[in-house]
């Protein structure tokens, strides 16, 4: 008996301490406590603090600045005031759009008086400190000097909830501000109305960056409230028209009172912003939706953990990682209607949902191969959303806003995507299907496409007539000619593989000969990619470091930047160099020449400068692993160190550039962890130099794989040996079979470059 009242107190005792085991390791796997949503906004990193989950549709933030190239997101970390909370935002963009449906609390005489266009901040504006100011995964904070009042935000899918707690008076309310945008957009249509003394609905329609943009939405209230709706047109001193559509909520509140706002949106109809509320946002417990959101950021940033002691540097990892999942972002109502790219209500699938806001140029590079890893499926709706949008609206988008073509950037890099799931294996759409869509996208032909005129020259723009038909693109016929040759070269090795998977042998010739096009522009003389003009002439006068913004043969950037774009084909440009040991010397010498630009109108986004390396913007981002094609792995885990603690930080201005949806990030993410995707269509990584002592991949099926880092220090940044699964690796590269078989790659660390992967 006493044997047995033992043993039975015993169990208890080990049930009690394996739940508190298990309790403090849940506690010490809370990813999300490592993320800083500040990081960012400062600089040109153009991110935006408030909260949201993962691919979320909406994104609850305060706006503080609205005109300016820094306003891109609505907010910057150097600005005291806020205008007020809006529901949609982009990040990291170098373009603005958004700031929908803008609501501010007040107290006292609500202002909202027409001011000068040159004001940043609007009359019922609030200052703030940044030291009574919170940001976490899926919730943010803020006391508004102005008024008193402590605002508070999260958010699930497809609504908000604002909790706001009032100081005690008779004229508490709100400003529900429809006639607000970052940058003053055009306002072509605008509604409010009063559904009740706690509801209101409204809807607006604006021309931007998007063509037209329409946006719904509901509103629930926790107190009733008294309405006053302004809408009418004001003249400015030059004439303008002015539309103006404000919604004045006015009510009592005592002290400390809370009120609270639920707020769905939708771009198919208010209903449709009313059941997103219903659904997700059923009650008013503001806490659930803080924790629940707080949790859907951890189960995302748990699928790789990283081990480290240093605390900023594990901060600077897991934010990353926070920004690679914003965008691209959901574009499916509960009910699974959504506005297509024909701008017409279809019914789709909630649980096939449909996806906007594709930043393609950038995030080709590093955010989608990042996701093939860590979440194939998710990579997968993504790209059957560019099907979708290919089949609504006549081709694939470059760059998708609000089921908008913008015709962005250049390139066709759907193809992109695409190639690099069937080669890895993971590809979970119509094969044929992507593949005619891809044809579709390379071919010049400007017939069916939904898009607005102004934008057509750019999704289809001559420079494909060019090259399909005398093979080149003449610098004098076209702008941007050498970036796009470099560009569409790539894109044309991915379609040469669709070619091959669907045994369109006469394509793939074709498409393979496209792809080294890239030839053509290179000068043996100075050994540069040049601009070639009608005649079969070099263009003149010619300066590797000079940028005229989008307006020479380069985009966004310059020929030291762009000599290296042949991401498919780098023994070849090996050969053109002259060789590998030419090719080190040219590559050398990018880092090692003076970081100063000229030219009248310097394009802002050549940034983060080690030499004529430019890490601020996407053109760059797979140079420093050239190194390892060329035989000389030191310099590429020297430089990814250099670049890694230099171009990141933890601090509102710890991004060189503007994050471009998640492109920067997803470039610190996996150079981070010590590998990268130089070719995305082909399934190798090439190993650069782990920052953490230990990471662990959580792979979709269960499986892990592990990169152990020993003798790892600040110190040691050079690789002295490599296994993989135990076997000794002797070439810095791997597969994505590797990867997604599980294991472990385990790589021992020294002080001194070593002849390892040589």
């Not at 600089?43 to 600045?65: A, K």
């Not at 170098?94 to 009359?123: F, H, K, W």
């Not at 017409?344 to 909630?350: A, D, T």
Request: with cysteine.
């Amino acid at each position: 008996m006493k044997i047995k009242r033992a043993l039975a107190v015993c169990s208890c005792c080990v049930l009690i301490l394996g739940c508190h085991h298990q309790h403090m390791a849940m506690k010490e796997k809370d990813y999300a406590r490592w993320v800083n949503p500040f990081i960012g906004t400062g600089g040109h990193g153009h991110t935006f603090p408030g909260p949201l989950v993962p691919h979320g549709m909406i994104q609850p933030s305060p706006d503080t600045r609205i005109d300016g190239w820094d306003a891109c997101a609505g907010y910057y970390y150097a600005d005291s005031i806020i205008n007020g909370f809006s529901h949609t935002h982009v990040s990291g963009t170098g373009c603005a759009d958004y700031g929908d449906v803008l609501i501010m609390p007040t107290v006292g005489r609500q202002m909202y008086e027409i001011q000068a266009s040159s004001n940043q901040q609007l009359p019922y504006a609030s200052s703030f400190s940044h030291e009574n100011e919170r940001a976490t995964p899926g919730y943010y904070s803020v006391w508004l000097d102005r008024y008193g009042i402590m605002a508070e935000l999260s958010a699930t899918q497809r609504a908000a909830i604002h909790r706001y707690t009032f100081p005690s008076s008779a004229s508490s309310g709100f400003i529900v501000d429809m006639d607000y945008s970052i940058q003053r957009q055009n306002n072509l249509d605008m509604k409010l109305e009063v559904l009740s003394d706690t509801e209101l609905c409204g809807s607006k329609t604006t021309r931007y960056w998007a063509f037209n943009q329409k946006i719904y939405f509901y509103a629930k209230f926790s107190k009733p409230f008294a309405c006053t709706i302004v809408s009418d047109t004001l003249v400015d001193k030059n004439g303008k028209q002015l539309p103006r559509c404000k919604a004045l909520l006015r009510f009592a509140t005592a002290k400390d009172e809370q009120v609270m706002v639920k707020v769905g949106i939708s771009a198919v109809d208010t209903e449709g912003a009313k059941k997103n509320v219903i659904v997700e946002i059923p009650d008013w417990n503001f806490e659930k939706v803080k924790s629940d959101a707080y949790s859907a950021w951890n189960d995302y940033l748990s699928k790789i953990e990283v081990a480290t002691p240093d605390k900023d540097k594990k901060t600077i990892f897991y934010t990353a990682m926070y920004h690679t999942a914003i965008s691209p972002n959901l574009f499916t109502d509960v009910d699974g209607r959504y506005l297509g790219m024909d701008l017409k209500v279809h019914q789709g699938s909630r649980e096939r949902p449909v996806y906007t806001v594709f930043s393609l140029w950038d995030t080709f590079r590093a955010l989608h191969p990042l996701l093939s890893i860590i979440a194939p499926d998710l990579n997968n709706q993504f790209i059957n959303s560019l099907l979708l949008k290919h089949k609504e609206g006549g081709i694939l988008p470059m760059w998708d806003l609000a089921s908008n073509y913008t015709g962005t950037m250049i390139g066709y890099h759907a193809a992109s995507l695409i190639a690099d799931a069937y080669t890895k294996g993971y590809a979970d759409f119509d094969l044929d299907e992507a593949y005619e869509a891809c044809l579709r996208t390379a071919e010049y032909d400007t017939t069916g496409i939904q898009c607005p005129y102004p934008v057509l020259s750019h999704l289809m723009p001559m420079a494909k007539y060019y090259k399909n038909t005398i093979g080149y693109i003449p610098c004098d016929r076209e702008n941007e000619s050498v970036a796009k040759a470099l560009e569409y070269a790539y894109d044309d090795f991915c379609i040469s593989i669709l070619a091959e998977a669907n045994n369109d042998f006469k394509n793939r010739e074709k498409y393979s000969k496209h792809a080294n096009a890239y030839r053509l522009y290179f000068d043996p003389v100075t050994r540069f990619m040049r601009g070639l003009n009608s005649e079969g002439e070099w263009h003149i006068p010619f300066n590797p470091r000079a940028s005229n913004h989008r307006n020479d043969d380069y985009c966004e950037g310059t020929a030291w930047q762009w000599t290296w774009f042949v991401p498919h084909d780098i023994e070849g440009l090996i050969d053109l160099m002259g060789g590998r040991k030419a090719f080190v010397e040219k590559l050398d010498s990018l880092f090692s020449a003076d970081s100063s630009l000229e030219g009248n109108a310097v394009s802002a986004d050549i940034t983060g400068l080690i030499g004529q390396y430019a890490h601020g913007n996407e053109p760059s981002h797979h140079i420093i692993h050239l190194y390892n094609y060329a035989g000389e792995p030191w310099r590429t885990q020297e430089l990814a160190d250099s670049v890694c603690r230099s171009q990141y930080g933890n601090a509102p201005d710890g991004l060189a550039g503007n994050e471009d949806c998640g492109q920067m990030s997803a470039w610190y993410v996996m150079n981070a962890i010590g590998f990268y995707q130089v070719c995305p269509g082909k399934p190798v990584y090439s190993i650069g130099r782990p920052l953490f002592d230990k990471t662990i991949i959580r792979l979709a099926d269960g499986k892990r794989f592990i990169i152990k880092t020993k003798n790892n220090s600040k110190k040691n940044k050079y690789i002295k040996s490599a296994t993989l699964n135990q076997r000794i690796l002797s070439v810095p590269f791997f597969t994505h079979h590797d990867i997604v078989q599980g294991g472990t790659l385990e790589l021992e660390m020294t002080d001194v470059p070593t002849r390892w992967g040589q």
